[in-house]
């Protein structure tokens, strides 16, 4: 594997010192660029996308050409695992993902396994290897899957939901069930994690996108109990470096003691939380991502660029602060303004970072 040049990313996660706030911001490579939109049209759909190792390389890289970024996320989707496991995935018009055969009773639950990670997954691995390959140490590579609890949401409704009406039914009518269900997720997101880190990630990050719309008692059984068991069945050193590890529940600020303790190395936070009572909160714990809204990046750049100078100085000095969005940039954002934003937190950012 070839030296990386820029580390800053991977310091930051270590609460390691930098000399400037590195920044990615989630969905980096995706549909607000021209160029992504070309790739995914020669794609043919989505997933034939995700599945294509030299075209989920060629988004992945995408953002890094336009902008100084100080990492390259894996171009995938969280679906691929519960795919893997045989639930059928596609993906609808305005409606997004849905799965041909949904997990809503214990035959199906039991009928689950775990699935072979080069066998069923091999098109991430690869895309993975090509990425690192290309990126040829230019920035580090992050690797990622949602949580057992963000997983379990998709593959119980069958789709994306409001209410939650079935995979909350099943936890609260059958919790013995959902446990299992959590169990044979957790141990195939391990996997499906693992692999990533053979493969080169360099650092990854568990989405539990979901996990903020449970109750504090659910929240620590249901989501934070399997995002923890899943950390601490990672490997966490690889090509002589640790491998840091993000941990990121979106509407999850009620629980940030709880998260820090699980044995990741930093915590996503969104837009609902400052960062100063996040740092506040957790200290010298973990490493703290985040959190423009990004709605923020509809606005002029002049304005972008006085709201990352809140949030740095809602952080303030010293380590330990990775600049992103609070959750994924939208589709219709101008790409001259995540440029704005980008040269913002890195023009900004040097004071905070002098000793």
Known sequence: ????????????????PVDVTPVWMMRQAGRYLPEYKATRARAGSFMDLCRNPELACEVTLQPLERYPLDAAILFSDILTVPDAMGLGL????????RFERPVQDEAAVNALGVPD?????????????????????R????????????????????????NFAKVKGMMFDRPELMHTLLEKIAESVTAYLNAQIAAGAQAVMIFDTWGGALTPQHYDAFS????????????????????????FTKGGGLWL?????????????????????????????????????PCTLYASPERIREEVGKVLASYGKGAGHV??????????????????????VHELSKPYHQV
């Open 1 to 16: 594997m070839s030296i990386l040049k820029n580390d800053r990313l991977l310091r930051a996660l270590l609460r390691e």
């Open 257 to 293: 003691e709880q998260m820090a303790a699980t044995g990741c190395d930093a915590l996503g936070v969104d837009w609902t939380l400052s960062l100063a009572d996040a740092r506040r909160r957790v200290g010298d714990k973990v490493a703290l991502q985040g959190n423009m809204d």
């Open 139 to 162: 920035v580090p590579l992050i690797g990622f899957s949602g949580s057992p609890w963000t997983l379990a949401t998709y593959m119980v409704e069958g789709s994306g939901t409001k």
């Open 224 to 247: 934070l109990k399997y995002m923890e068991q899943i950390i601490q069945g990672l490997t966490r050193e690889s090509e002589g470096r640790k491998v840091p590890v993000i941990l």
């Open 90 to 97: 596609y993906f609808t018009q305005g409606e997004g993902p």
């Open 323 to 344: 600049f992103n969005l609070g959750h994924g940039i939208h589709p219709e954002i101008e790409p001259e303004h995540a440029g704005a934003f980008i040269e913002a």
């Open 117 to 137: 990670m080069e066998d069923d997954l091999g098109y991430v691995m690869d895309a993975v290897r090509t990425i690192r390959r290309e990126l040829d140490g």
